[in-house]
């Protein structure tokens, strides 16, 4: 009996390190954030359109977003996050009090190719590693839910919190 087990060793060694590289290399939520310079000129063209204010557009050079496609999603989702934007006199900026604004639209038919589902602020100040968004393989009216991680605003003890919100067919809400 032991011959057997010294035998299947090796392969029962190659079969784990196989799994577990398998496992920690699936890109279902690890997609890469890119410069918003690379997203759809539609989405970029609509993002810009949300955030006008006085006919005064943000610079919105340091810009981020992810295209979100996960198994059993029915649409892309294209998430945008602001908080790499840098604050310059002459233009207004996308982070304050509140944190910096961060966007999700979906892609749609008719003159609007782009639809805002959700929007918020979000603190960029975590700690180091910390994922401020997570994909999770939850499904929900046909997107993702998403979980977001926010230090708490508790003045005098301070807690990482995460905060689940999904789509209700129209618009992200907290669960």
Known sequence: MFRIFKSLLPILAIT??????FIHS???TSAQWQPITQAPKALVQQFQRDI???NEAPDIAGTQFLKVQTKNQTVPLYLIDTSSTLRSQRRPSFCGRAGCLFLGYIQQQGSNPFRQVTS????PFLPPGTEKVTVTSNIRSGLPCLQFKQM???RFDSQLTTVTYCF???TYMQQ
């Open 152 to 154: 708490s605003h508790d």
């Open 168 to 170: 209700n067919g129209n």
């Open 52 to 54: 006008r204010s006085d």
């Open 120 to 123: 918020g602020y979000l603190n």
């Open 16 to 21: 784990t390190a196989v799994g577990i590289w």
């Open 26 to 28: 699936s890109p279902a």
